[in-house]
């Protein structure tokens, strides 16, 4: 039997904000990251609308990129002292990701987050409050999925929590959110949301309610990324509406062992993060090359080429034919093809923030938290801890994967 979840309501298109007045109750949380959303005027604007919906508002704010697990105790903390029976979440990913993650620790105190990080361990939420995500970036697709992600800076690792209840109640993809991203900020989270499109298609709980989705997904993120990255505004809101089909389509399908390997390598090393949507970028094409040794996989690499009008006659020569085009995205976007050339900000360089020596006394470990990643057993090849290491140095390095 599968499992198909999404949004009870999903409202997009220019000014659909403005259902934030719609929504019934009494109290509701508005969660944000750090600052973007006040300085663009939409702050005010959610305010007005909740407080138009008869709601008082209690503001929850500078939600750190890649959120810890301090920030969402605190948030939640602060949740359980005003008692709101809406969550409002609104901002990148990052904002999103705590709010959910708050939310289990609002409803239930006594839960630790260790006890969460299993998948679909949550207890039943909803108790005390709902969920309304509106984000302002076009990757994450947060607002429609069962995931969130935490780190744990202590341990230096990313946690991607995964359970349907934690899928929101209200989604509002308001393309005028999107606007104000940056070229880079355009970049990253464009191909973080072609890879969860991608990862989607292949994964090995793929169905007909989820290949529609992630297809389309991936054939307006290929025609629109570059045009958006340009500044074109019409291509952004494409974009916005590409990222959440590509995040209907992961949360039900599940991912693969790019993320496995981006939640692992993210917060591991002292000269910085590694930024996911970068990072997705930078190892999906390895990953392509690695799981294309499974004929089911690479057949379906080479539906993925043939839909977005790639030349190739046999399916090796259609993937081969992808990966090159992928390649050449990340070249257009200014996105570095391997770890070695990783530079501040995840823009090209010549020497990388993360250190080679680092990398390499930490292979081990950080292969063996990859291959348990929650992602890894969705992907259509599952690798041994051996293969892993071989893998994440084919990212580090910028190697042909041939094993």
């Known amino acids: 039997m599968g499992r198909f979840t999404l ?38 604007k959610a305010l007005g609308y909740l407080k138009e919906a008869g709601m008082e508002v209690r503001l929850i704010e500078k939600v750190e990129s890649d959120p810890s697990v301090e920030t969402v105790m605190a948030g939640a903390a602060v949740m359980r002292e005003f008692g709101p029976d809406w969550i ?45 995500a509106i984000p302002s970036t076009s990757g994450t697709a947060t607002e429609v999925t069962a995931f969130s ?23 509002i993809v308001d393309p005028e959110l999107a606007e104000t991203m940056p070229p880079k900020l355009t970049a990253h ?66 991912l693969g062992i790019v993320h496995s390997m981006a939640h692992k390598t993210g917060a591991a090393y002292t000269g910085g993060h590694i930024i996911h949507g970068c990072a997705n970028a930078m190892y999906l094409p390895k990953v392509i090359q690695y799981n294309a040794k499974v004929p089911e996989a690479a057949e379906r690499y080479a539906e993925i080429a043939r839909f977005i009008g790639l030349a190739g006659n046999t399916t090796d020569e259609l993937v081969k034919a992808l ?19 990783y530079g501040a900000g995840g823009v090209k360089a010549e020497t990388s923030i993360i250190d080679e020596k680092e990398f390499n006394n930490k292979l081990s470990k950080v292969a063996e938290l990859a291959v348990g990643d929650a992602c890894t057993g969705s992907n259509p090849r599952q690798p041994s801890p051996a293969e892993m290491e071989r893998l994440l140095k084919a990212v580090y390095y910028d190697e042909e994967v041939n094993f």
């Open 7 to 44: 949004p009870r309501d999903l409202y997009h298109g220019k000014g659909s904000l403005e259902q934030l007045k719609n929504l019934k109750g009494k109290k509701a949380v508005l969660v944000l990251g750090g600052g973007s959303m006040k300085r663009f005027g939409f702050v005010d």
């Open 189 to 254: 989270t464009g191909m973080d949301a072609m890879t969860h499109a991608v990862e989607a298609y292949v994964s090995t709980l793929h169905c007909n309610y989820t290949d529609p989705l992630a297809l389309w997904a991936i054939k307006l993120i290929h025609n629109n990324l570059k045009k958006s990255y340009d500044g074109d505004m019409q291509a952004r809101e494409i974009m916005h509406d590409a990222q959440c089909l590509a995040g209907m389509a992961f949360s039900n399908a599940l």
């Open 149 to 171: 992600v935490i780190t744990d800076y202590e341990k230096g690792i990313k946690y991607p929590l995964a359970d349907f209840n934690i899928t929101p109640d209200v989604a």
């Open 323 to 341: 990966v090159a085009e992928l390649r050449r995205m990340n070249d257009s976007l200014d996105i570095p093809q391997s770890i070695k050339n």
């Open 88 to 132: 409002v979440a609104m901002g990148g990913g990052s904002p999103i990701d705590a709010a959910k993650a708050m939310w289990v620790f609002y409803e239930y105190p006594e839960t630790t987050f260790e006890s969460i990080i299993q998948p679909f361990s949550f207890p039943e939420l909803r108790t005390k409050a709902k969920f309304c």
